[in-house]
């Protein structure tokens, strides 16, 4: 049993750190940033806004997979003592 939880473990772990590679960490700075008059449109203020909103939650998600990672690998090591 303990065997299984650190193998999961590390895939959860592993898992985490490649989603936090490729969408970053989730801080609160937006990417819409300020755009000139003529190229603002709503439309395209709403597509980087559910950009920037899925990159948050999967960088959440991936934050949120190397912690419970690390408490799985961390249960195996109290659990053979």
């Known amino acids: 049993m303990s065997?299984?939880?650190?193998v999961f473990g590390l895939f959860f772990s592993?898992?985490?750190?490649?989603?936090?590679?490729?969408f970053g960490?989730?801080?609160?700075v937006e990417t819409g940033g300020g755009t000139p008059?003529?190229?603002s449109t709503s439309?395209?203020?709403l597509q980087v806004k559910k950009f920037d909103d899925i990159y948050?939650?999967?960088?959440?998600?991936?934050?949120?997979?190397?912690i419970f990672g690390t408490l799985l690998q961390?249960?195996?090591v109290l659990e053979r003592k």
């Open 43 to 45: 439309a395209i203020h």
């Open 37 to 39: 008059v003529a190229w």
């Open 14 to 22: 592993l898992g985490g750190v490649l989603l936090l590679f490729l």
């Open 3 to 6: 065997r299984a939880l650190n």
């Open 56 to 66: 948050n939650a999967l960088g959440w998600i991936g934050l949120l997979a190397i």
């Open 74 to 76: 961390a249960v195996t």
């Open 25 to 28: 960490m989730p801080i609160r």
